[in-house]
């Protein structure tokens, strides 16, 4: 497992990579408001919590990692990539004709990738029941699932986060990333959630409530183990972190990236 500065170090590798993949799509364009939000969040699971390794993938006893905010590819292939299931040529087929790295994940064990993401909210019903299989062979492993604020606008999140406080399961943790954005506008105003916390605590969650961009919060919360009850971590970020003209921006949900924008994006990562 990685520090905290390695871990730091790992997410600016990574944001720097996700920009440089966006901009290869071209006129295709990408999930950058979204991945950029993830960021370190991924790289914090990634660099110092899942028992994950790439040597052996298909390790019964394997944490596994549900990602159902589907649009965050941009983090997740990255941190993927620092942790030795993708490299550099696999980077360079995003989003190519025939090429297995889509804008959204497809499953792939090999790879690291435990769920095909698409439609939203499907993932988190998937890692309830993947947590379930894991208590009933005795497993140690522990189930971790990315959903998004505007993903919890599906009613399919609800009946997921209902049924693991009603099975007590002590081995799943929910991260949301709280980025404040969805497709169609603030979420607040789209569909309005909080008090998020208290909604948590009410289906029988321990929950924490953090700064999604703080790798030291992020790992004192989700190395937290509960007894008897699941846990969640509302992760509060920015939508295309660590860009100036894409935060809080909705228009970088999905979007080009211009050789001059990716000039100045790659500028002020240094």
Known sequence: M????QIETMAKAMRCKALEMAFRCGKNGSHLGGGLSAIEILASLYGGILNVDAACPENHQRDR???????CVLAYYTALWQSGFLTEKD??????NG????????????????????SLGQ????????AMACKKKSLSSRVYALVGDG????????ESLMAAGNFCLDNFIVIIDCNGLQYDGFTNEVMKMSPLSEKLSSFGFSVKEIDGHDCKSLLAALKTKTEGQPMAVIAHTVK????????????WHHS???ENQYKQAQSEQS
């Open 2 to 5: 990685k520090d905290i500065s």
């Open 65 to 71: 990692l549900i990602v159902s905010k589907g649009h």
């Open 91 to 96: 980077l360079e087929t995003f989003e190519t």
């Open 99 to 118: 090429a297995p790295f889509h804008g959204h994940a497809t499953r792939n064990l090999s790879y690291g990738i435990e769920f095909s993401g698409g």
């Open 123 to 130: 993932g988190l019903s998937f890692a309830v029941g993947v």
């Open 151 to 158: 993903e919890c606008d599906e009613g399919i999140v609800w």
């Open 240 to 251: 295309g972190k660590g860009v100036s003209f894409m935060e809080n921006r909705k228009e």
């Open 256 to 258: 080009i990236l211009t």
